[in-house]
């Protein structure tokens, strides 16, 4: 395990165990929804082709519109995963101060 100079140290980094997986994911399916609704939307405007292009255009918002649940889910499982060791941590923080 990693040695962390303060107890604070520690804390933030628990902090980020929680909260990156889920950004990085709900970022990825983002973007990635966004493309697909931009590609749709070239469908319809330079090929002519509105049934292709709704069809992404439909996906790529399906996908925009959960990437925040996503975040969501995966963060409160990593919360719960990690809440013991940060309450305990907290404590040990404040009755220190």
Same mark, same amino acid.
């Given at each position: #395990?990693?040695?962390?100079?303060?107890?604070?140290?520690?804390? $933030?980094? @628990?902090?980020?165990? =929680?909260?990156?997986?889920?950004?990085?994911?709900?970022?990825?399916?983002?973007?990635?929804?966004?493309?697909?609704?931009?590609?749709? #939307?070239?469908?319809?405007?330079?090929?002519?082709?509105?049934? $292709?292009? @709704?069809?992404?255009? =439909?996906?790529g918002l399906l996908l925009d519109?959960?990437?925040?649940?996503?975040y969501a889910w995966i963060t409160?499982?990593?919360?719960?995963?990690?809440?013991?060791?940060?309450?305990?941590?907290?404590?040990?923080?404040?009755?220190?101060?």
């Amino acid at each position: #395990m990693k040695k962390y100079s303060t107890k604070m140290e520690q804390l $933030r980094t @628990l902090h980020e165990k =929680v909260i990156a997986p889920g950004a990085i994911l709900a970022a990825i399916v983002g973007i990635l929804g966004t493309l697909m609704m931009g590609a749709g #939307m070239a469908e319809v405007m330079v090929w002519d082709n509105l049934q $292709r292009g @709704l069809i992404l255009s =439909v996906l790529g918002l399906l996908l925009d519109m959960s990437a925040f649940p996503l975040y969501a889910w995966i963060t409160g499982i990593r919360k719960k995963k990690y809440a013991r060791e940060v309450y305990d941590l907290s404590n040990e923080i404040i009755r220190d101060a």
